[in-house]
Structure formats: C-alpha cells, structure tokens
C-alpha cells in the first residue's frame, strides 16, 4: 500500500520541477514519509527512491546519515542529549547517563510504552548553550538533570513539551561599546 496520496506525489512532482531534479527532493520526501509513519523503514526507502528517482542504496544512505531519520520505531518523545566537545565540557555526559537511567532505555531505545527513545547525538548546533537536551524538535539548553527529569515527567503526565527558558546566545553591549 501507497504511503503517499496522489496528491502528495503531485506537490513532489512541482517541488522537483522547482528544484530541477528529482534527487534533490530526497530530504522532503523522507521529512513527510517519517511525519506520515514515525519512522523510514524498508518499503518506505523504496517508494522513496522511486520518487526521488535514485537507487534505493542512496535513501538508505540518507537515512543512516542523518540523525534526524530513524530506521527503527522510535518514541513519541524523541529525547536527544549532546555529548559532543562544547556539551561535554559543560556535564552532558553525566546529563545524557542521567536521563539514560531515568528511562531505562539504551541509546536508541524506546521505552516498553513507546512514549520515549533516547538518542546520544555528537552535536545539536547549539554549542552556546551546552549543555543542550532535545525533545523532538524542541531544544532544551544550559539544562541541568533536574531540570531534563522535570521535562521528562511533565511531558510523561501531559504528553505536551514544555516551552523552553530562552537564553541570550550573545552578550549584552555595555555602554562603553555602544559609543
């Protein structure tokens, strides 16, 4: 059975007539098939490669590549924590064994209720607010182990993200500057 709509593969078809190639909608079709199904698993790589016009070995080359595409079910609540140079300086490591022991989950493992997965990712591009904890799309930074178990335990009874504290990525201008 057809992941995609008819027209689903119409909106690929003009996205690729933008683009000029069929290759170059790899990213969106994979973005829309892991939406559509949580993951990419091996029938999705092949009606995948059929869009996009590539060998099937291309798809299953972007999918292992990229972080962001899971080949396996994974949770609801994808929990990613950064253990990467900038992270790691700032206690990821201890952060991302914390909220291992939490779940009770290896890295790329999914909790037995399917609520979370945990992934140990080397860098999230967020090195100024390390340490960094990502919950689906939603990035978490400067976080501490109790702050990530108080995401975890909120999201776990509401099954809502929390909004994220913002932090100033760069530093306030004193006056002597402004002159």
Not at 17 to 46: C, F, H, N
Not at 99 to 106: R, S
Not at 110 to 138: K, Q
């Amino acid at each position: 059975m057809p992941i995609f709509s008819e027209q689903e593969v119409q909106e690929f078809a003009e996205l690729q007539k933008r683009y000029g190639a069929p290759a170059a909608t790899v990213l969106p079709v994979l973005w829309r098939i892991q939406e559509k199904m949580g993951w990419i698993d091996d029938s999705a790589m092949e009606e995948a490669a059929a869009i996009c016009q590539v060998p099937k070995s291309h798809i299953q080359g972007v999918v292992s590549f990229y972080t962001m595409f899971f080949d396996k079910p994974m949770g609801r609540f994808h929990v990613q924590v950064c253990t990467n140079v900038s992270c790691m300086l700032h206690g990821s490591e201890k952060l991302y064994n914390d909220v291992k022991g939490k779940l009770g989950i290896p890295n790329h493992g999914r909790t037995e209720d399917g609520m979370f997965s945990l992934e140990e990712v080397e860098c999230m591009g967020a090195c100024g607010g390390a340490p960094m904890m990502a919950v689906n799309e939603r990035f978490y930074e400067k976080i501490s182990t109790d702050e990530a178990f108080t995401i975890i335990d909120q999201v776990g009874a509401s099954g809502n993200l929390p909004t994220p504290k913002f932090f100033s990525q760069l530093p306030e201008l004193s006056e002597a500057t402004n002159r």
